[in-house]
């Protein structure tokens, strides 16, 4: 007689995990750019990086530092960011508390898997950077987003009634997809909030030198009240512009750290020795580089902002800070059908439902491309939305 079959699980079944991002990611992955696209969509600075910091590199190369790294970092990189953490926190920090990451994917990552546990509760905004769900649904918690309020800060009665019982608050700031700058007053009215709880935060400050304001930009290690319960996540990719290299960092109370760099040691290990000799001289040698960029983005946001208000039916946001302008359209489409048609049309943007819920309806433009890329491509823009109407 043949053996009795039983049910199993398919040969090549994937963890519950990925079944958990698969049905909560709103990451959108675009089809593959052609040579007559043009491309408003990245959130990547078009300039290449300063170039000492690619000198350094090959310096490096050069003198043979091609072997591991310690798992937290090179310690001079830690020194000369802990320097730099402290003046922005208006307190001591310690270099022992610093974790350099693989960029700031991976700090992200090590900070969300080591906080949050299964069924735990995470609130977010709606609309904020989507890898934050699909990292709170990896480690199987529960993300609650709470609506923006009409000019795109926070809520803050929502906010109160969400953090009931929460494990974490993420968020970033200079905010990602809306160019918000969430004030001083804000931040401390989280801490308000916070006071007496339990709940820790996660700060995405990837944009924070890139602050349109006119104030100074506030980080929310420097409130009371807040640096004692946030893990500060910060990378190299933004203020100098240096996406493909990887590089970025975690601060915080020492057992978050630690518990971080268990998670970062085990997927990633330690990060490229060389890589973290350049970015040192980046921190050391080139805010006058980050300052010329900076000027350049207020400038291009300036150029995007006066070519989309010549475009019926779109409704404008006001960014502050970071490179994306995040404007409500008229058309009765969803978002991704919208970006699918303007790619069609030879211009690519990011649907606003990609961010969260409350993004429908908008469409997310990065104004880190060159001024000929943005005019060019608010133009085909231009066409798209006419042709849908």
Not at 51 to 65: N, P, Q, W, Y
Not at 102 to 117: D, E, K, M, R, Y
Not at 235 to 241: D, I, N, Q, R
Not at 303 to 331: C, H, N, W
């Amino acid at each position: 007689m043949p053996p009795t079959l039983t049910s199993q699980p398919p040969l090549y079944a994937t963890a519950e995990a990925v079944a958990r991002i698969e049905a909560a990611s709103r990451r959108t992955q675009q089809p593959q750019s052609r040579a007559d696209l043009v491309s408003l969509a990245m959130g990547e600075p078009d300039f290449d990086t300063p170039a000492a910091v690619t000198e350094a590199a090959h310096a490096s190369l050069r003198a043979g530092r091609t072997h591991y790294s310690p798992l937290r970092g090179e310690q001079a990189l830690r020194d000369a960011l802990a320097e730099k953490l402290t003046a922005t926190a208006g307190a001591p920090v310690s270099a022992a508390d610093i974790l350099i990451t693989q960029g700031g994917t991976a700090g992200l990552s090590a900070a969300i898997l080591g906080i949050v546990n299964p069924g735990d509760k995470v609130v977010v905004p709606d609309p904020t950077y989507s890898l934050y769900t699909d990292l709170v649904s990896m480690a199987g918690g529960t993300v609650v987003p709470v609506p923006l309020a009409d000019d795109l800060h926070w809520d803050l009665d929502r906010l109160a009634d969400a953090l009931t019982d929460a494990r974490l608050f993420v968020f970033c700031n200079p905010v990602n997809p809306t160019g918000i700058v969430h004030s001083r007053e804000e931040l401390q009215a989280l801490a308000d909030l916070l006071d007496g709880t339990p709940t820790i935060v996660v700060s995405d400050e990837a944009y924070s030198d890139l602050d349109y304001t006119g104030r100074p930009f506030t980080s929310a290690i420097s409130i009371d009240g807040l640096r004692e319960r946030t893990v500060y996540c910060q990378t190299f990719s933004k203020s100098y512009a240096m996406t493909g290299w990887r590089v970025g960092y975690l601060w915080g109370p020492q057992a978050l750290i630690e518990g971080a760099a268990r998670i970062h040691n085990t997927f990633n290990g330690s990060v490229n020795t060389f890589i973290q000799d350049a970015a040192l001289v980046a921190v050391r040698d080139c805010a006058d580089e980050v300052l010329r960029m900076r000027a350049a983005y207020e400038e291009r946001g300036e150029l995007m902002r006066k070519e989309l208000s010549a475009i019926p039916g779109l409704t404008l946001s006001a960014p502050e800070g970071a490179f994306y302008q995040f404007p409500r359209y008229d058309v009765d489409l969803p978002a991704v059908e919208v970006v699918a048609a303007l790619r069609a049309r030879g211009v690519a943007v990011r649907p606003g439902s990609e961010f969260g819920s409350r993004g429908e309806g908008h469409l997310r433009l990065s104004y880190a491309a060159s001024p000929q890329a943005i005019t060019e491509g608010v133009r085909r823009l231009a066409d798209g939305l006419a042709a849908l109407r």
